[in-house]
């Protein structure tokens, strides 16, 4: 008879997410983001999360980092359409376009004032932020 043993690990989650309701293109949004926040958001590999005994999804992936803020921009549904029933890299808001990830984002970059930025922009139909400790696929937004 053989053990199976699972590990169980918890992962603790240090940034404000946000999620973003718009048509737009990630490029173009990338760009709108850049000009309005004053950012550098650079398009980086794409993300590819793996599933077993299928292809991998693919997301579109932007960052700007400094030395105190990093902050990541993702697509939220896979580039390349999948049988899949929930193509996400957050099944769990699924509604939302876009996944905005801020570390150390300070007052201007945080909570109610970042939505407030992000909803005035002409690109951004709908924006909110929620606690990312509390999706059931939080894995997938840690890189």
Known sequence: MTKT???????ACDFDLFGLV?????YSLAWVLNRALRLRLRRQPDLLLPLPGREPLVFSHYLHATEGLMLRLFRNRALVPSALPKPFL???VKEYDYLL???NGGEE????????????????QYAAQFDPNTL????????
Not at 5 to 11: I, N
Not at 110 to 118: F, T
């Open 5 to 11: 043993f699972t590990l169980d690990v918890e992962l």
């Open 22 to 26: 718009s048509s737009a293109r990630d």
């Open 90 to 92: 957050a099944p769990d």
């Open 101 to 103: 990830a801020v570390s």
């Open 109 to 124: 970059l945080s909570g109610p004032a970042l939505v407030g930025h992000l909803t005035a922009l002409d690109a951004v």
């Open 136 to 143: 059931k696929y939080k894995e997938n937004l840690i890189l």
